[in-house]
């Protein structure tokens, strides 16, 4: 995990100026998205390079684990934002879009009904 979330920006922005191969997008945002200091930078970073994003729409499955690494690093009233967003700026993933939000909305309930519990363990 990277402390400094710098660091996790700069990764993200070698992919988008081609430093590193768009199969290779998937491995990158699927680990990134598990940093805890990842919710700090990330959703930011979607907004201000969206346009970048969409010039690689037609790589479906690299576009789709994309989409799905920024739901799985956020829970919360967030996902809503995030999902409008993404419906928004890459319509022809509206139906992944909506699973994957669905997916974070489930975890998100998971977690709060059972804070206390999560806490004792950790």
Do not use: C
């Amino acid at each position: 995990n990277f402390r400094r979330t710098s660091i996790i920006v700069d990764l993200l922005d070698k992919a988008i100026d081609n430093y590193i191969k768009l199969q290779d997008w998937r491995t990158l945002f699927t680990s990134i998205s598990k940093n805890p200091e990842v919710v700090y930078v990330l959703y930011q970073w979607f907004k201000d390079n969206i346009s970048e994003i969409k010039k690689y729409e037609k790589a479906y499955l690299v576009i789709r684990d994309v989409i799905r690494s920024l739901f799985e690093a956020y829970t919360g009233n967030i996902i809503k934002d995030i999902k409008q967003f993404m419906i928004k700026n890459l319509p022809k993933y509206k139906n992944d879009i909506i699973k994957f939000s669905h997916y974070s909305e489930i975890y998100t309930n998971f977690v709060s009904k059972n804070k206390e519990d999560i806490e004792e363990i950790l």
